[in-house]
């Protein structure tokens, strides 16, 4: 969709305005700056650097829609120029701890699944600070996205034998732990 909307963007823009109408729309998206001609009507922020925005930028008196993406991950690109795109927000990730895949794969080898659901569970419940790390290492991630963040609060995790997941994977696991089965449990 990018190059369609970057073709539609160049054939409506001016060429000697496109660079300053592409950096008032990334300044705008970002919400650095604000700029008279560009309303964001919409932002989805992914993290402190990364951003999709839907909006109205007005050049030479007609109004253009726009949905862009900024940040380090691609740059500025155009995803939408004055088309029928719709602008979606993405679902957050929710993190959470769990076994590491040697403990699950052990426990349900040994018909052991459901007790060690309840010792993860209990080390949850005790452990405020092992609990926590799902909700700090979101945080870390989206203000401070990097290698360092991933590393640090992995190998926080991996201090108590768990591993960070999503919010699903974690529930999928726990399903299999807690299934007398284990023929249904493998994957």
């Not at 719709?86 to 076994?99: D, S």
């Not at 403990?103 to 405020?128: C, F, R, T, V, Y």
């Not at 201090?159 to 449990?185: G, N, W, Y």
Request: net charge negative; hydrophobic share 40%; aromatic share 8%.
């Amino acid at each position: 969709m990018g190059e369609r909307a970057q073709q539609a963007f160049e054939a409506t823009v001016p060429a000697h305005l496109q660079e300053d109408v592409m950096q008032m729309i990334a300044e705008a998206a970002g919400g650095w700056c604000d700029h008279p001609s560009v309303t964001i009507l919409d932002r989805d922020r992914h993290d402190a650097i990364n951003v999709t925005a839907h909006g109205i930028v007005m050049v030479e008196g007609v109004e253009h829609r726009f949905i862009v993406d900024d940040g380090n991950w691609n740059g500025t690109v155009l995803r939408d120029w004055d088309g029928d795109a719709v602008f979606e927000y993405r679902k957050p990730t929710t993190y959470a701890l769990q076994p590491e895949a040697r403990l699950i794969d052990e426990a349900i080898m040994a018909g052991k699944g459901p007790l060690l659901l309840m010792k993860w569970d209990a080390i949850l419940s005790n452990h405020q600070d092992i609990a926590a790390i799902p909700g700090k290492y979101a945080y870390d991630r989206y203000f401070q996205p990097g290698i360092k963040v991933e590393s640090h609060w992995r190998e926080a995790a991996a201090k108590h034998h768990f591993v960070i997941v999503d919010e699903e994977t974690a529930q999928e696991t726990r399903k299999r732990l807690a299934s007398p089965s284990q023929e249904s449990s493998r994957g």
